[in-house]
């Protein structure tokens, strides 16, 4: 039977993205309007899958030297020295500092790097047609939305103490080249976050319900 | 005559037609269609089947969050314009602001980093706070004139970019690293910041969009009228 759609796109219907609204396109149609706000609807976010990969490469891409070129070079009376996110992280160790340093660890190391590994692990397994483990990867797309605007940390630390220590010519602190890939790390996992439809997760098991 | 039939034949091409229930909605996360409940002042509906928190009805919306949006932009308002953090080291003193953080990584050739903290600490928050004054004044009127609309639907967007809280943590730990080579001082500006993140997070947790989507004046006048009408049927 028909009835048993238990999704709005099973139902033909567009969920609006912008205000919530259901409604039903016209005949054969797989794009319209939402009459309340306007928005162009389609049913699933358009090339989300596509669009979400280049997205996770490119970002992939730039966490090689976003780990290898130095963030911050400080330069002293006796010489200068560069120091990577990683160098940083031992920088900040100390007995009373180690607590900071776990953050910038997990902010600038861990979550980047998960955060590239649970898309494309997201997007593998859409695209196989998965139907296990829905609550956990959707839980899974929940936890790198919320915590991916964290990895931004590390530019603002360098931001602030390059900004700070300006004392030439007893010691001066400039940005790296490094930096730019870091934050190009961020913005990029940030968009493939965005672009990702999580509800591309669940079509699989929805049209296996329907169909028994 | 004519006019109407054109008029009719572009409104179907353009717009969908609504649902005459709308209490019926789909799952955001997982596109699974259910009825909302009518929820009471604080209480919340959930997701049947991915536990997505949908919608969670608030008390006394827009005042409320008026009032912590007329807060956040006089905090913000402050913390734009006072030091934020300074430092002296032998005899020598220095201070920044937020805006001054960005403009010397411009100034060192680090231009696109600059722009990004300049759009995340500065721009976004900005519009984040002037937009839900705009929404929540504009949603005083009856009916919701549409601009508000717009800005609900880039709301979201102005949202994930303003990362307050998050360059409060990077002034923190810029703080402890530097405590190493000179004594810090941390400025006004500091603090009215910390402020303004739980500010920020009450503005946006106090409001409910749902309550504005609900009495907004539709894009398509005719589907609205044909809405209003089978509610009333």
Redesign the interface.
Known sequence: MKSAAITAMQHGLHSCEGCGLLSRPGPQQEQGRCPRCAHQLTFRKADSIQRTWAFVIAAAICYIPANVLPVLTTTTATGSESDTILQGVVLLWSPTGWPLSLIVLFASIMIPSAKIIALAYLLITVQRGSVSNNEQRVRLYRTIEFIGRWSMVDVFVDTFTAALIQLQPLMSVEPGPGLFFFAAVVVLTMLAAESFDPRLIWDAASSQEVST | MVLTRLDQESY????????AD?S???C??????QRLPDLAPGASARCA????ELWRRREDSLNRTLALAIGAALLYAVANSVPM???T??G?E?F?TVL??????WE?G?E??AA??LF??IIAPALQIGFMLAIVLGARRQPVPRWV?FL??HHRITH?WS?IE??M??????L???AD??TVIPGLALFVLGALVFVLAGMQSSFDA?EV?ER?E???AR??QAAADCNDG
């Open positions: 179907r091409q353009t717009y969908n037609q609504p649902l709308r019926l909605i789909s955001p996360h997982c596109d699974l269609m089947r991915c536990n997505l953090l300074g430092l080291v032998v020598r220095a920044t001054g953080g960005a403009q010397h990584l060192d680090r696109t980093v990004l903290v995340t600490a609309g609900l639907r994930t990362m998050v360059m943590l990077g002034v923190l730990v810029a402890i690293k530097i080579y000179a749902r989507w907004i539709w894009a398509d589907a609205a």
